[in-house]
């Protein structure tokens, strides 16, 4: 059973780190509800941001911490919004 847990844990890790590689350098994977990321919030705090739906980008890619949404789809600095 121990050998079991080992082995799916293992997969699960190896999936992640997949996973994490389908998206660009300055985004990560995401598979939960996520705040809204785009430049049309980027100025709002980030209780306000969390409120609105997630920006839908496929394969479910978010942008990274100090990133947002572009209108041409690229995750950018806030200043470049």
């Known amino acids: 059973m121990k050998q079991l ?3 799916t844990v293992f997969l699960m890790l190896v999936f992640a780190a997949f996973s994490d590689a389908k ?3 300055n985004e990560h994977l995401v598979t939960r ?5 785009s ?6 705090p980030k209780n306000k941001r969390c409120k609105w ?3 839908k980008v496929a ?9 947002f949404r572009h209108k ?9 919004c």
Do not use: D, M, W
Request: proline share 11%; glycine share 2%.
């Open 39 to 44: 430049c049309e919030v980027a100025n709002l």
């Open 53 to 55: 739906p997630c920006a």
């Open 72 to 80: 041409n789809g690229n995750c950018v600095p806030k200043a470049q």
């Open 59 to 67: 394969p479910q890619c978010h942008c990274n911490r100090t990133f």
């Open 5 to 7: 847990y080992i082995a």
């Open 33 to 37: 509800l996520c705040c809204n990321k």
């Open 23 to 25: 998206c660009p350098s």
